[in-house]
């Protein structure tokens, strides 16, 4: 009776530069889920429906593609879960949901800003929780980023912030950095589709509580709203939320992490700012002031400092 020695898998190769496309691909995807969200809510519907019906069909969306397609990405094991629906919790539902409490009643500049002080909160957990010592270009990178993101924003705007508003954004960016934390630890072990999927999932469900599907409205999404020079339904709206700015922009997102640590795709994910910009000035006819051209070219300067010590970040 001869023992079969274990085939063991190759192992994973990370590529800095595959990692990088795909961080930039999910940041265009999100990019559009603002100007969709905000049409689709001018026809009647809560930010909070808003956020439900974008998690809860882009949820089933990926369960029932990826059960007929790939059914092995679907297992997970008990020791898994916790992490799981962590990132669930917080990746998927927090993230959403405060930032649309945020943008309800503060400037959406100041909602966004506020969004991706995570690459700060990335840095500092893994400084002083990992004990990792970062270089000071990384500190520096992360410095010249928020600057340029306050630019882009036009901070200065807002001139009374409402205290929840403030505080859901502050959340938000907490639950952003959860989901970088939590997805370049999970991904380790679990596969990047299946992980996405039962995030969503699980969010589904959490998001639910708050705005159950039966409270839909289902009669508005027929109605034809302003969307730049178009009018198009809010069914077809929702549909692009779900597809492009949930399911693509998540499996993007999440798929960065198997090649680049958390603290570096956080800092190069601040470029979704400037592309909702440069895409509302190309699209819409909004236009970009001498102030938000600098802070994009300082904005993506920091996170080119922070990419290209990459190899120091990684945990």
């Known amino acids: 009776m001869t023992t079969e020695l274990p085939v063991l898998a190759p192992p994973r190769v990370a590529h800095r530069g595959r990692g990088t496309t795909l961080v930039l691909l999910a940041a265009l995807s999100f990019s559009t889920s603002g100007t969709l969200g905000k ?5 009647g519907i809560s930010p909070q429906q808003v956020a439900s ?3 809860a069909l882009a949820g089933l969306v990926l369960l029932a593609g990826v059960a007929l397609v790939a059914p092995r990405k679907l297992r997970v094991r008990r ?5 799981l629906a962590g990132y669930g919790l917080l990746g998927v539902a927090g993230v959403q949901l405060l930032y ?24 500092l957990w893994v400084r002083f929780v990992r ?12 410095a010249l980023a928020m600057i340029g993101l306050s630019l882009v924003a036009q901070v200065w705007q807002g ?7 403030l505080l859901a954004g502050f959340g938000a960016a907490l639950c952003s950095a959860g989901y970088f934390l939590l997805g370049e630890r999970a991904v380790a072990d679990i596969d990047p589709l299946g992980l996405v999927t039962w995030g969503m999932v699980i969010g589904a469900v959490a998001i639910g509580v708050v705005a159950p599907p039966w409270t839909w409205p289902v009669g508005l999404l027929g109605t034809d709203v302003a969307f730049g020079a178009w009018h198009p339904p809010v069914w077809l709206l929702i549909t692009l939320l779900v597809l492009v700015a949930t399911v693509l922009a ?4 999440i798929s960065s992490l198997r090649h680049l640590p958390a603290s570096v795709a956080s800092v190069l994910g601040l470029v979704e ?10 699209l819409l006819g909004e236009e970009l002031t001498w102030l938000q051209l600098l802070g994009s070219a300082i904005l993506l300067g920091g996170a080119y400092l922070v990419q290209r010590k990459a190899e120091v970040l990684t945990s």
């Open 273 to 282: 700012p400037v592309i909702v910009t440069v895409t509302a000035w190309a």
């Open 79 to 83: 020791a898994e879960l916790p992490v």
């Open 250 to 253: 998540y499996v993007f997102g």
């Open 159 to 165: 001139v009374t912030l409402n205290g929840l508003g």
């Open 53 to 55: 019906m974008r998690i």
């Open 100 to 123: 649309f409490v945020a943008a309800g009643r503060i400037p959406v500049g100041i909602a966004i800003l506020l969004e991706f002080v995570s690459p700060v909160l990335i840095a």
């Open 131 to 142: 004990r990792h010592r970062l270089p000071r270009s990384v500190w520096g990178g992360i």
């Open 39 to 43: 049409s689709a809510m001018a026809a």
